[in-house]
């Protein structure tokens, strides 16, 4: 059972996740989280809101609290993805592959790396655009069977998918919060207000 299950669902203790980290001695092993548990952890520490959703049905009513919240309905979306489109088009929102006027950018992705809690994409969701040519404002849409320990993981995942032709442009985005444009230890790096619609398909 994953963890968002656990979180939905019905709640129950284990003695280790119950035993304060300080009360543990020094020498023992490190407790070893389970792999959603730990995307959960990281990926909010970077700033990221994520939707677990159960159903298809909950991803669009997921969808569309997210324009309610920030007044999206009938803006321009820049998304280069032509599935996601069909999959979402009975939504007022105007889906174009250019604009500079943009709400947001909605994209898929080819994984979600819980060791740092960042989003692994490609030019098969960016094309060969840069992160900062696109929205302050992402919505991802992935499912848990997507989640993996590390970014070599990932990078192994996308070379055994793509065996006839390995994508280009394979990045991360890992700064949730567009203010820490600001901050010193997040210089170089291109922070986005990112939304992860997170669909159960295990």
Known sequence: MSLFKKLFGPKSKTPDSTQPAQERGKYMPEIKLPIDEKF????????????????????????????DENDWHEKEVLCLDENLKEKFKSFDVMFQKKSHNAAFFFSTCEYLVADNGSILVSSNQIAEKKLNDLPDNFII?????????????????????????IPSNITTIKHFQVAEEKDFLSYGSSSKNLYLLLLEDL
């Open 40 to 67: 959960t952890i990281t990926f909010k520490q970077n700033g990221g809101k994520f939707l677990y959703c159960d159903s298809l049905d909950e991803v669009n009513q997921a969808f569309t609290n997210i324009l």
């Open 141 to 165: 849409y992935s499912t848990t069977s997507q989640l993996v320990d590390t970014i070599g993981e990932g990078l192994r995942g996308i070379k055994n998918k793509h065996t006839k032709s």
